[in-house]
């Protein structure tokens, strides 16, 4: 059996500060275009909240070159997708495209890096204002348990650090966001020395370093990026237990669990995401056989945030079939969780061999390629892990898993969210 | 801005698509392979050509349940066992009934894929539908479609459903109703089993890091002998169409009105296909679509609107919808009826055929990219009985519509007289300002 992936690929670097990652693979006609910000929601100043998102769908809204509604028009023209996604660390913005167009997709990209604020009016900031919030309807307040990662936000991480609060944020606060602000954010934090670009797929090697220095090379430096706005140093227990109950307009209750972790790049967080696998991944996982087949439970997740400031956290849920208490369904799960300590080698290998299996078949698309290899650029300063991540996930053993379990899973570093029917 | 003006482009590339090779076992079984060697990894699928239009309103959830039920036990394991097996070899397992069959796919590294394989045909030849296992699906189930009731856009595709296909099977949530779940009995699910499982109407699609021989060979001793006479599926005619009108749904409180509208559509096989795609491209199947650009762009009502046609084998539907904030719900409902009507009597532009062909056309090599696409697209292929080529056709066929045929297949098959909207809002702010949009409104409870 192979041994890893391989993804192969270049970098360089332009005079800008612009770091470039090509990786070549002419399978298809296709080529992925990724580009990462350093700057997510953890950026945003006291009564911003939400704004990195806000602004990334700025971005959308044309530049100096680039006519008001033509970044979507352009690329759907010629058969390709795109999207921009905000998140608590970074801000990405990728396109794939026929291999013939990649002009496009650096021209699109380089063009609102550079010429950005040109284009911009109060006007464009309104209507997406009004996007945004309606987005903020949708995901959050129309949607049962929709604010559950503003709440495990808000008890995991004291209210002066950059995880406090969530990428959606507050209406206010997006009511309060003026054409200053987008100035002030663009010319921060959307500088070439503060971003990483990825082109994969179909293109020409020989040719790309002067065809991106063509489109980027003119856009100057930025200045220094300054540090993340308040504490960013956690200890690495959280020390008791935080609860807290929520009551909504849902049917069924529903408990989550958060437990503070090591950052995501931290040698121990491999051990975590095999955890999170254990206990939620398929109908053989901890919680499926303890929750679900037991008919406590209608559903289990279980997730390891793969982020870096500080400390990350690991969540589960698990949603009460009818009837079921509320405090018996928490029970059921923290012993769950707690079986991690006597973990079986059958089941880290279940988990690692799940996880193998889903890591490659993301690499699989070109967009994920792209995207994966900018993040461990950007995070790590390290894009083999593409190649490599898959060798450390092996090597996690039943052991670190009931040392890990041992350390993060007890009582002293958790968090406890129930979310009830409201009483009619 | 000479130095910064939009790249002149070159001509494109050539999308190829995989060579695939196809063979019919003794049984009946056939297998479609496709060999990509570029990752150690393969994807499958099983698909029996029975699907959920077999539900009738009492035994809705039926055709469902039976598929569910193909893991959670077999002669040789316990449900327990057999999810141990499947995590074992980190293969993940996917079984789900469409409207036109059930399909058991799965996805595991090549070196797996033997055993995978032969679990798979384990459950499909050999299941044994444990009673106990019934009921806990049962209360998942129900307890499944409690929840929806607090999910709008679950309540909102429902209503809409039964709006337009009353009690016609498409008019009901593929996994039933909580009366219809209750009443489930194993013995009707064995039946159904006999009645439609059989591999000399099954196809088998695999793609990814095989040896084909080998994999033929594989296939050959697990599903060589699965045949046994299974029944044609009989489906009743559509309704009659009703006028244009509006359901609603009270959701008290709610910050957001989710807004669906439908009407039938073609089956898969229509003449009509290819326009009719590029038709839905420039109403509601892109970003740049009208209803996207009027909706969210222009008057930031909402997060996106879309719509699309539902190809199916007998016939199809076609359905859209947004969320927009409360106050917005009547001019939305206003808009979107004028873009349908619009498209209906005028097709679209020139520039607007031209931006969607190519949106589709080129957009195709994306949808190859992973062999569960490409497992994806052979089933259709075969389950729809398309063309060999097809896939290679397919840009082609979408480059060379035109604005005549755009037009008259959106004359054809865009229905603005006989349209359902479902909403599910805030009744109290909502009902007033619905019922000046001059068009019948009624009032549902949740079913």
Same mark, same amino acid.
């Given at each position: 059996?192979?041994?890893?992936?391989? &993804?192969?690929?270049?970098?360089?670097?332009?005079?800008?500060?612009?770091?470039?990652?090509?990786?070549?693979?002419?399978?298809?006609?296709?080529?992925?275009?990724?580009?990462?910000?350093?700057?997510?929601?953890?950026?945003?100043?006291?009564?911003?909240?939400?704004?990195?998102?806000?602004?990334?769908?700025?971005?959308?809204?044309?530049?100096?070159?680039?006519?008001?509604?033509?970044?979507?028009?352009?690329?759907?023209?010629?058969?390709?997708?795109?999207?921009?996604?905000?998140?608590?660390?970074?801000?990405?913005?990728?396109?794939?495209?026929? /291999?013939?167009?990649?002009?496009?997709?650096?021209?699109?990209?380089?063009?609102?890096?550079?010429?950005?604020?040109?284009?911009?009016?109060?006007?464009?900031?309104?209507?997406?204002? !009004?996007?945004?919030?309606?987005?903020?309807?949708?995901?959050? !307040?129309?949607?049962?348990?929709?604010?559950? !990662?503003?709440?495990?936000?808000?008890?995991?991480? @004291?209210?002066?650090?950059?995880?406090?609060? /969530?990428?959606?944020? /507050?209406?206010?606060?997006?009511?309060?966001?003026?054409?200053?602000?987008?100035?002030?954010?663009?010319?921060?934090?959307?500088?070439?020395?503060?971003?990483?670009?990825?082109?994969?797929?179909?293109?020409?090697?020989?040719?790309?370093?002067?065809?991106?220095?063509?489109?980027?090379?003119?856009?100057?430096?930025?200045?220094?990026?300054?540090?993340?706005?308040?504490?960013?140093?956690?200890? @690495?227990?959280?020390?008791?237990?935080?609860?807290?109950?929520?009551?909504?307009?849902?049917?069924?209750?529903?408990?989550?669990?958060?437990?503070?972790?090591? @950052?995501?790049?931290?040698?121990?967080?491999?051990?975590?995401?095999?955890?999170?696998?254990?206990?939620?991944?398929?109908?053989?996982?901890?919680?499926?056989?303890?929750?679900?087949?037991?008919?406590?439970?209608? !559903?289990?997740?279980?997730?390891?945030?793969?982020?870096?400031?500080?400390?990350?956290?690991?969540?589960?849920?698990?949603?009460?079939?009818?009837?079921?208490?509320?405090?018996?369904?928490?029970?059921?799960?923290?012993?769950?969780?707690?079986?991690?300590?006597?973990? /079986?080698?059958?089941?880290?290998?279940?988990?690692?061999?799940?996880?193998?299996?889903?890591?490659?078949?993301?690499?699989?698309?070109?967009?994920?390629?792209?995207?994966?290899?900018?993040?461990?650029?950007?995070?790590?300063?390290?894009?083999?892990?593409?190649?490599?991540?898959?060798?450390?996930?092996?090597?996690?053993?039943?052991?670190? &898993?009931?040392?890990?379990?041992?350390?993060?899973?007890?009582?002293?570093?958790?968090?406890?969210?129930?979310?009830?029917?409201?009483?009619? | 801005?000479?130095?910064?003006?939009?790249?002149?482009?070159?001509?494109?590339?050539?999308?190829?698509?995989?060579?695939?090779?196809?063979?019919?076992?003794?049984?009946?079984?056939?297998?479609?392979?496709?060999?990509?060697?570029?990752?150690?990894?393969?994807?499958?699928?099983?698909?029996?050509?029975?699907?959920?239009?077999?539900?009738?309103?009492?035994?809705?959830?039926? $055709?469902?349940?039976?598929?569910?039920?193909?893991?959670?036990?077999?002669?040789?394991?316990?449900?327990?066992?057999?999810?141990?097996?499947?995590?074992?070899?980190?293969?993940?397992?996917?079984?789900?009934?469409?409207?036109?069959?059930?399909?058991?796919?799965?996805?595991?590294?090549?070196?797996?894929?033997?055993?995978?394989?032969? =679990?798979?045909?384990?459950?499909?030849?050999?299941?044994?539908?444990?009673?106990?296992?019934? +009921?806990?699906?049962?209360?998942?189930?129900?307890?499944?479609?409690?929840?929806?009731?607090?999910?709008?856009?679950?309540?909102?595709?429902?209503?809409?459903?039964?709006?337009?296909?009353?009690?016609?099977?498409?008019?009901?949530?593929?996994?039933?109703?909580?009366?219809?779940?209750?009443?489930?009995?194993?013995?009707?699910? +064995?039946?159904?089993?006999?009645?439609?499982?059989?591999?000399?109407?099954?196809?088998?699609?695999?793609?990814?890091?095989?040896?084909?021989?080998?994999?033929?060979?594989?296939?050959?001793?697990?599903?060589?002998?699965? %045949?046994?006479?299974?029944?044609?599926?009989?489906?009743?005619?559509?309704? +009659?169409?009703?006028?244009?009108?509006?359901?609603?749904?009270? #959701?008290?409180?709610?910050?957001?009105?989710?807004?669906?509208?439908?009407?039938?559509?073609? $089956?898969?096989?229509?003449?009509?296909?290819?326009?009719?795609?590029?038709?839905?491209?420039?109403?509601?199947? %892109?970003?740049?679509?009208?209803?996207?650009?009027?909706?969210?762009?222009?008057?930031?009502?909402?997060?996106?609107?879309?719509?699309?046609?539902?190809?199916?084998?007998?016939?199809?539907?076609?359905?859209?919808?947004?969320?927009?904030?409360?106050?917005?719900? *009547?001019?939305?409902?206003?808009?979107?009826?004028?873009?349908?009507?619009?498209?209906?009597?005028?097709?679209?532009?020139?520039?607007?055929?031209? #931006?969607?062909?190519?949106?589709?056309?080129?957009?195709?090599?994306?949808? =190859?990219?992973?062999?569960?696409? =490409?497992?994806?697209?052979?089933?259709?292929?075969?389950?729809?009985?398309?063309?060999?080529?097809?896939?290679?056709?397919?840009?082609?066929?979408?480059?060379?519509?035109?604005?005549? *045929?755009?037009?008259?297949?959106?004359?054809?098959?865009?229905?603005?007289?006989?349209?359902?909207?479902?909403?599910?809002?805030?009744?109290?702010?909502?009902?007033?300002?619905? +019922?000046?949009?001059?068009?019948?409104?009624?009032?549902?409870?949740?079913?």
């Amino acid at each position: 059996m192979r041994e890893k992936p391989v &993804i192969r690929f270049e970098r360089f670097v332009l005079d800008n500060g612009l770091r470039v990652i090509a990786a070549h693979d002419p399978a298809a006609p296709v080529v992925a275009v990724n580009l990462w910000y350093n700057v997510g929601s953890r950026n945003e100043r006291e009564g911003r909240t939400g704004f990195a998102h806000l602004f990334e769908h700025m971005m959308f809204q044309g530049s100096q070159h680039v006519p008001e509604n033509a970044h979507f028009a352009l690329i759907e023209k010629v058969g390709g997708s795109l999207n921009g996604s905000t998140w608590l660390d970074r801000t990405n913005y990728f396109e794939t495209l026929p /291999s013939h167009h990649l002009e496009l997709g650096l021209w699109l990209e380089s063009d609102r890096l550079g010429w950005l604020l040109p284009a911009m009016t109060q006007e464009k900031l309104d209507n997406q204002r !009004d996007v945004v919030k309606n987005e903020r309807r949708w995901r959050v !307040d129309n949607q049962p348990y929709g604010d559950w !990662d503003e709440q495990i936000q808000e008890m995991m991480y @004291p209210p002066d650090h950059p995880y406090h609060h /969530s990428v959606i944020g /507050s209406m206010a606060d997006l009511d309060a966001a003026t054409l200053e602000d987008v100035e002030a954010f663009f010319r921060t934090y959307y500088t070439p020395n503060n971003a990483v670009l990825t082109v994969a797929g179909d293109f020409d090697p020989a040719a790309l370093p002067a065809l991106v220095d063509r489109y980027f090379g003119e856009i100057p430096p930025g200045p220094p990026i300054p540090p993340l706005p308040g504490r960013t140093q956690l200890d @690495p227990l959280l020390g008791e237990e935080i609860r807290r109950v929520v009551e909504q307009d849902v049917a069924l209750p529903r408990v989550y669990t958060a437990y503070r972790i090591p @950052p995501y790049g931290d040698s121990a967080f491999h051990a975590a995401a095999v955890a999170a696998h254990m206990l939620g991944e398929g109908k053989g996982s901890l919680l499926y056989r303890r929750l679900i087949r037991t008919g406590l439970a209608q !559903d289990v997740v279980a997730y390891a945030f793969p982020i870096v400031v500080g400390a990350a956290i690991l969540v589960t849920w698990t949603t009460a079939m009818p009837g079921v208490d509320v405090n018996v369904l928490e029970t059921a799960l923290l012993d769950a969780i707690g079986e991690l300590r006597t973990a /079986s080698d059958a089941d880290v290998t279940r988990a690692v061999r799940m996880l193998e299996a889903s890591r490659l078949r993301d690499l699989q698309r070109l967009d994920e390629r792209a995207d994966t290899l900018s993040m461990f650029t950007m995070l790590f300063d390290e894009p083999d892990r593409i190649n490599t991540e898959i060798e450390r996930i092996r090597a996690v053993t039943t052991k670190d &898993i009931r040392s890990f379990a041992e350390r993060y899973f007890g009582e002293n570093n958790r968090g406890v969210l129930q979310y009830l029917p409201r009483p009619s | 801005m000479s130095g910064r003006s939009i790249p002149v482009v070159g001509p494109p590339g050539l999308v190829r698509t995989p060579p695939y090779v196809r063979t019919q076992l003794a049984g009946g079984l056939t297998v479609v392979a496709v060999p990509r060697h570029d990752l150690p990894l393969v994807d499958l699928q099983l698909i029996v050509p029975a699907g959920a239009v077999r539900n009738l309103r009492a035994t809705a959830g039926l $055709a469902s349940m039976t598929a569910e039920m193909l893991d959670e036990g077999t002669k040789v394991r316990t449900a327990i066992e057999l999810s141990e097996a499947i995590d074992l070899l980190g293969a993940d397992l996917d079984i789900r009934v469409t409207w036109d069959a059930t399909l058991a796919g799965m996805h595991v590294l090549s070196p797996r894929l033997e055993e995978a394989l032969r =679990l798979l045909a384990e459950m499909l030849l050999e299941p044994t539908f444990p009673e106990e296992e019934l +009921e806990r699906k049962r209360e998942e189930r129900l307890n499944a479609l409690r929840q929806d009731r607090d999910e709008p856009r679950a309540v909102a595709a429902r209503t809409l459903a039964r709006a337009v296909f009353g009690d016609h099977p498409y008019g009901v949530p593929i996994h039933g109703l909580e009366d219809s779940v209750r009443r489930l009995q194993r013995d009707a699910i +064995e039946a159904d089993y006999r009645m439609h499982f059989s591999g000399s109407r099954a196809f088998l699609v695999v793609a990814g890091d095989i040896d084909v021989d080998a994999l033929f060979r594989l296939a050959d001793e697990l599903f060589g002998g699965w %045949s046994r006479p299974s029944q044609d599926i009989a489906t009743p005619p559509l309704p +009659e169409a009703r006028r244009r009108r509006i359901v609603l749904v009270d #959701r008290p409180g709610a910050p957001q009105s989710e807004v669906r509208f439908g009407h039938f559509g073609p $089956a898969r096989n229509t003449e009509l296909y290819f326009p009719l795609i590029v038709a839905n491209t420039v109403l509601g199947g %892109s970003f740049k679509s009208r209803l996207n650009m009027r909706l969210r762009e222009e008057k930031g009502y909402t997060y996106g609107a879309s719509s699309a046609f539902g190809f199916r084998k007998y016939a199809g539907a076609f359905s859209g919808g947004t969320a927009v904030f409360t106050d917005v719900t *009547d001019d939305t409902i206003r808009i979107t009826l004028e873009e349908l009507q619009k498209i209906a009597e005028q097709g679209a532009t020139v520039e607007e055929v031209e #931006r969607a062909r190519q949106y589709l056309a080129y957009g195709f090599a994306r949808n =190859l990219e992973m062999t569960s696409d =490409l497992v994806s697209a052979l089933s259709d292929v075969v389950l729809y009985e398309l063309p060999d080529d097809y896939l290679d056709r397919y840009s082609g066929n979408v480059l060379s519509v035109g604005v005549d *045929d755009v037009r008259a297949a959106a004359r054809a098959c865009f229905d603005p007289e006989h349209v359902a909207i479902a909403v599910v809002g805030d009744r109290a702010r909502i009902e007033g300002p619905l +019922e000046k949009l001059g068009m019948p409104l009624e009032v549902w409870e949740v079913e």
